[in-house]
C-alpha cells in the first residue's frame, strides 16, 4: 500500500512499447471513470447546497463545511461557537481506531516474530493459518463476533459456567465491543507486513548484541524492534486506515454511544433525511486526513530506505 | 538437559500466538457448530440437526436468498473476468513497455482505490451515479465492483510478472514470432498461476463487498452481503447462521485451490 511501492516495481523490457496506450486505456477508462471522477465529483457536491430529501441543489455554499465545524444556533443567526458534536465523532473514530490497531500490535507483533523465527518449512503453513480468516466475508466475520459476544452467548456462558464471572459481562453495544470488532477485523494485516519484516531480518545483530552482554530483552527493545521498524508502522496503517473509516463493527457491535465517522456518512445517504453535501464534505475530511497519514508515512519510509 | 540457549526466543510469544489463532477462529467455529442446533433458538442447544440448512434452500426466506446468492455470483464473475483482463494488459504496460511518461501515473491511478476508505469510494460512486443519472440496480454495483477489484487482481499478476524474466519472450521474437505471438504463446501461458490468483483474490472481494454494494445498489436489488446484513438487522436467526457457514465453505475452498495453483506454480516450486 506504501504508494506506487506495492504495486510498482521495476521495468523488465521494452518488448511492448507501441501497445502501451492500447494496454493501459481500459484501466485508465475504468478507473479515471468510476473512481478518480467520482472523487472530483464528490469534492464538488461538498460544495452545494442541500436538497431536503436527499440529493443537490446546484448552488455554490460552504454550509456544509460550516455545519461540521461551527454552530450558529437553531436558526443560524447567532455568533459562530465551534460545533464539536461533528470533531466529537471524527476524535472517537480516531480513539477506536488507535486502540483496535494497539490491540492488533501487542497480539499480532508476538506472532509474527513467532512464525518468523520457524524453521523454513513450517512458515507457509502459519501464514497460511493467519490469512485464512481474511478470505471469510467481513460481515459474517463481524456478525459471528457478535454472537460469541453478546449477553447469552458462548463467551459469557463458558465464563459463567467456569465460575469466573456470575453476571454477563455485557461488551455488545459498547466501545470494547467495537474495538474487539475492529481488532478482528483487520488482525492479519498487522501480522502480514510485520512477518515479512522480521523473516528479513539479520539475526546475526541480535548474537552480536548478546555477546556484548545485552540482556534478551533489550536485544528486543533495541536491536530488533528499530530494524522491523517500517513492518510495525506498515501493519499499524494497514488496520488503522480501515479502522477509522469502517461501518460495519461499529453498526453491528456498538450502540448509539459508539457512532463513528463510517455510520455519520452512511446516515447521510441511507436515510431519507439525509444531506447530501455534509455527507460529501465529512467524506472529503476523511479522505484528506488519510492521504496525509499515507504521505507522512510513504516519506519515512523513503527515509529509511535512502 | 536444558536446552541450549536460544536468542530468537522469546518466553510467551508462542502462548500469544496461540491465542492469536483462537481469537481469529473461535467465532467462525461457534456460528459453524450452532448452525447445526435443532433449535429456533440461538442460545439453547438441542441436538444436531441440518434443519437450517432445509429452511436455507426451502424456507419462506428461501426465494430471498437465492436471488441474492444469484446476483452476487453474477456480479463477482463478471467483475473479477473484467477486471483480471484489465489488469493483465495494464501489468504488461508497466513492466514491459519500457519507462514513459505516464508510467507512475497510471501505477498511482490502478493502486487509488487500495488508498481511498471503502466508505468515500461508496459515496464518491453514489454521488457519480447520481450526477450522471444512471438510474441505480445491477448495473452500477457491476460497474462499482469492476473498478475496485482491478487493484486486487493486479498485485498477484504483477508479482507473477516480475519473476518470470524477458528473455523467453526474446528468445521467441529472435525466432520470428511477432509480437503479438511472444505475448499470447509465451508471456501468457507463463502468467496463468498469476493470472488465476488474481481471478480468484477479485472474485473474493467482490463477494465479499458489502459498503460499496449497499451504497450504489438500487431499491429492491440484493446481494448475499445486503440481504444477510438486512436479515441481521433484525436480529441474528439460525437460518442466518447456516447462510454464514456455506459462505465459509466456499471461501475454505477458494482458498485451498488458489492455494493448489500456488503449488504448481513452476516459479514458487521445485
Same mark, same amino acid.
Given at each position: 500500500?506504501?504508494?506506487?511501492?506495492?504495486?510498482?516495481?521495476?521495468?523488465?523490457?521494452?518488448?511492448?512499447?507501441?501497445?502501451?496506450?492500447?494496454?493501459?486505456?481500459?484501466?485508465?477508462?475504468?478507473?479515471?471513470?468510476?473512481?478518480?471522477?467520482?472523487?472530483?465529483?464528490?469534492?464538488?457536491?461538498?460544495?452545494?447546497?442541500?436538497?431536503?430529501?436527499?440529493?443537490?441543489?446546484?448552488?455554490?455554499?460552504?454550509?456544509?463545511?460550516?455545519?461540521?465545524?461551527?454552530?450558529?444556533?437553531?436558526?443560524?443567526?447567532?455568533?459562530?461557537?465551534?460545533?464539536?458534536?461533528?470533531?466529537?465523532?471524527?476524535?472517537?473514530?480516531?480513539?477506536?481506531?488507535?486502540?483496535?490497531?494497539?490491540?492488533?500490535?501487542?497480539?499480532?507483533?508476538?506472532?509474527?516474530?513467532?512464525?518468523?523465527?520457524?524453521?523454513?518449512?513450517?512458515?507457509?503453513?502459519?501464514?497460511?493459518?493467519?490469512?485464512?480468516?481474511?478470505?471469510?466475508?467481513?460481515?459474517?466475520?463481524?456478525?459471528?463476533?457478535?454472537?460469541?459476544?453478546?449477553?447469552?452467548?458462548?463467551?459469557?456462558?463458558?465464563?459463567?459456567?467456569?465460575?469466573?464471572?456470575?453476571?454477563?459481562?455485557?461488551?455488545?453495544?459498547?466501545?470494547?465491543?467495537?474495538?474487539?470488532?475492529?481488532?478482528?477485523?483487520?488482525?492479519?494485516?498487522?501480522?502480514?507486513?510485520?512477518?515479512?519484516?522480521?523473516?528479513?531480518?539479520?539475526?546475526?545483530?541480535?548474537?552480536?548484541?548478546?555477546?556484548?552482554?545485552?540482556?534478551?530483552?533489550?536485544?528486543?527493545?533495541?536491536?530488533?524492534?528499530?530494524?522491523?521498524?517500517?513492518?510495525?508502522?506498515?501493519?499499524?496503517?494497514?488496520?488503522?486506515?480501515?479502522?477509522?473509516?469502517?461501518?460495519?463493527?461499529?453498526?453491528?457491535?456498538?450502540?448509539?454511544?459508539?457512532?463513528?465517522?463510517?455510520?455519520?456518512?452512511?446516515?447521510?445517504?441511507?436515510?431519507?433525511?439525509?444531506?447530501?453535501?455534509?455527507?460529501?464534505?465529512?467524506?472529503?475530511?476523511?479522505?484528506?486526513?488519510?492521504?496525509?497519514?499515507?504521505?507522512?508515512?510513504?516519506?519515512?519510509?523513503?527515509?529509511?530506505?535512502? | 538437559?536444558?536446552?541450549?540457549?536460544?536468542?530468537?526466543?522469546?518466553?510467551?510469544?508462542?502462548?500469544?500466538?496461540?491465542?492469536?489463532?483462537?481469537?481469529?477462529?473461535?467465532?467462525?467455529?461457534?456460528?459453524?457448530?450452532?448452525?447445526?442446533?435443532?433449535?429456533?433458538?440461538?442460545?439453547?442447544?438441542?441436538?444436531?440437526?441440518?434443519?437450517?440448512?432445509?429452511?436455507?434452500?426451502?424456507?419462506?426466506?428461501?426465494?430471498?436468498?437465492?436471488?441474492?446468492?444469484?446476483?452476487?455470483?453474477?456480479?463477482?464473475?463478471?467483475?473479477?473476468?473484467?477486471?483480471?483482463?484489465?489488469?493483465?494488459?495494464?501489468? @504488461? =504496460? /508497466?513492466?514491459?513497455?519500457?519507462? $514513459?511518461?505516464?508510467?507512475?501515473?497510471?501505477? &498511482? #491511478?490502478?493502486?487509488?482505490? +487500495?488508498?481511498?476508505?471503502?466508505?468515500? @469510494? =461508496? /459515496?464518491?460512486?453514489?454521488?457519480? $451515479?447520481?450526477?450522471?443519472?444512471?438510474?441505480? &440496480? #445491477?448495473?452500477?454495483?457491476? +460497474?462499482?465492483?469492476?473498478?475496485?477489484?482491478?487493484?486486487?487482481?493486479?498485485?498477484?499478476?504483477?508479482?507473477?510478472?516480475?519473476?518470470?524474466?524477458?528473455?523467453?519472450?526474446?528468445?521467441?521474437?529472435?525466432?520470428?514470432?511477432?509480437?503479438?505471438?511472444?505475448?499470447?504463446?509465451?508471456?501468457?501461458?507463463?502468467?496463468?498461476?498469476?493470472?488465476?490468483?488474481?481471478?480468484?483474490?477479485?472474485?473474493?472481494?467482490?463477494?465479499?463487498?458489502?459498503?460499496?454494494?449497499?451504497?450504489?445498489?438500487?431499491?429492491?436489488?440484493?446481494?448475499?452481503?445486503?440481504?444477510?446484513?438486512?436479515?441481521?438487522?433484525?436480529?441474528?436467526?439460525?437460518?442466518?447462521?447456516?447462510?454464514?457457514?456455506?459462505?465459509?465453505?466456499?471461501?475454505?475452498?477458494?482458498?485451498?485451490?488458489?492455494?493448489?495453483?500456488?503449488?504448481?506454480?513452476?516459479?514458487?516450486?521445485?
Amino acid at each position: 500500500m506504501a504508494g506506487g511501492g506495492a504495486t510498482g516495481g521495476a521495468v523488465q523490457s521494452e518488448t511492448y512499447r507501441e501497445a502501451r496506450t492500447l494496454l493501459l486505456l481500459p484501466a485508465w477508462v475504468t478507473l479515471g471513470l468510476l473512481t478518480l471522477a467520482p472523487l472530483m465529483i464528490m469534492l464538488v457536491y461538498s460544495f452545494l447546497t442541500k436538497e431536503f430529501r436527499g440529493g443537490v441543489i446546484w448552488e455554490f455554499s460552504l454550509d456544509a463545511y460550516d455545519q461540521f465545524f461551527f454552530d450558529r444556533g437553531l436558526f443560524g443567526d447567532e455568533p459562530p461557537k465551534i460545533e464539536w458534536t461533528y470533531i466529537g465523532i471524527f476524535w472517537r473514530s480516531i480513539w477506536q481506531a488507535g486502540a483496535a490497531t494497539t490491540l492488533s500490535l501487542l497480539i499480532g507483533f508476538p506472532t509474527a516474530y513467532f512464525i518468523a523465527t520457524r524453521p523454513e518449512g513450517q512458515r507457509a503453513l502459519w501464514v497460511f493459518l493467519v490469512t485464512i480468516p481474511y478470505w471469510v466475508n467481513l460481515l459474517i466475520r463481524t456478525v459471528s463476533m457478535k454472537f460469541l459476544l453478546r449477553d447469552e452467548g458462548p463467551l459469557n456462558d463458558g465464563l459463567i459456567g467456569l465460575g469466573i464471572i456470575s453476571e454477563p459481562l455485557g461488551i455488545v453495544n459498547t466501545n470494547l465491543a467495537v474495538q474487539l470488532g475492529l481488532f478482528y477485523s483487520y488482525l492479519p494485516f498487522m501480522v502480514l507486513p510485520i512477518y515479512a519484516a522480521v523473516e528479513r531480518y539479520n539475526f546475526a545483530l541480535s548474537e552480536a548484541a548478546s555477546d556484548l552482554y545485552a540482556p534478551r530483552w533489550a536485544v528486543m527493545r533495541r536491536i530488533v524492534i528499530p530494524s522491523v521498524k517500517p513492518g510495525i508502522i506498515a501493519g499499524c496503517i494497514l488496520v488503522f486506515v480501515p479502522s477509522l473509516g469502517s461501518f460495519l463493527a461499529p453498526d453491528l457491535l456498538g450502540g448509539a454511544k459508539t457512532f463513528m465517522i463510517g455510520s455519520l456518512i452512511e446516515e447521510q445517504f441511507k436515510g431519507n433525511a439525509g444531506n447530501w453535501p455534509f455527507g460529501a464534505a465529512a467524506s472529503m475530511i476523511l479522505l484528506t486526513m488519510v492521504l496525509i497519514l499515507l504521505m507522512i508515512f510513504a516519506r519515512q519510509s523513503r527515509k529509511e530506505a535512502a | 538437559m536444558a536446552k541450549p540457549y536460544d536468542l530468537r526466543r522469546y518466553p510467551g510469544f508462542f502462548a500469544i500466538t496461540l491465542l492469536c489463532l483462537v481469537i481469529l477462529y473461535a467465532p467462525l467455529v461457534v456460528v459453524a457448530v450452532y448452525s447445526f442446533n435443532d433449535s429456533p433458538s440461538i442460545t439453547i442447544w438441542e441436538g444436531f440437526s441440518l434443519r437450517w440448512y432445509v429452511d436455507v434452500f426451502t424456507g419462506p426466506e428461501s426465494g430471498k436468498f437465492k436471488e441474492a446468492a444469484w446476483n452476487s455470483f453474477i456480479i463477482a464473475i463478471t467483475a473479477a473476468t473484467t477486471a483480471t483482463i484489465i489488469a493483465t494488459l495494464a501489468a @504488461t =504496460a /508497466v513492466l514491459r513497455a519500457g519507462t $514513459f511518461r505516464l508510467r507512475t501515473v497510471s501505477i &498511482g #491511478l490502478i493502486s487509488l482505490p +487500495l488508498m481511498v476508505p471503502e466508505i468515500v @469510494t =461508496a /459515496v464518491a460512486t453514489l454521488i457519480f $451515479f447520481n450526477a450522471i443519472a444512471i438510474e441505480r &440496480g #445491477l448495473m452500477t454495483i457491476l +460497474l462499482a465492483h469492476i473498478a475496485f477489484c482491478i487493484p486486487f487482481a493486479y498485485l498477484p499478476i504483477s508479482a507473477r510478472m516480475q519473476g518470470i524474466e524477458a528473455t523467453y519472450e526474446q528468445a521467441a521474437m529472435d525466432l520470428y514470432a511477432t509480437k503479438r505471438q511472444a505475448f499470447t504463446r509465451i508471456l501468457l501461458p507463463l502468467m496463468m498461476p498469476g493470472i488465476m490468483s488474481g481471478f480468484i483474490l477479485a472474485f473474493i472481494i467482490s463477494l465479499d463487498d458489502f459498503i460499496i454494494t449497499n451504497f450504489v445498489k438500487g431499491a429492491g436489488v440484493e446481494t448475499l452481503p445486503t440481504a444477510i446484513f438486512g436479515a441481521v438487522k433484525q436480529g441474528i436467526k439460525p437460518n442466518i447462521m447456516a447462510i454464514s457457514t456455506l459462505l465459509l465453505a466456499v471461501s475454505i475452498v477458494m482458498v485451498a485451490l488458489s492455494w493448489l495453483i500456488g503449488r504448481r506454480d513452476p516459479a514458487k516450486g521445485r
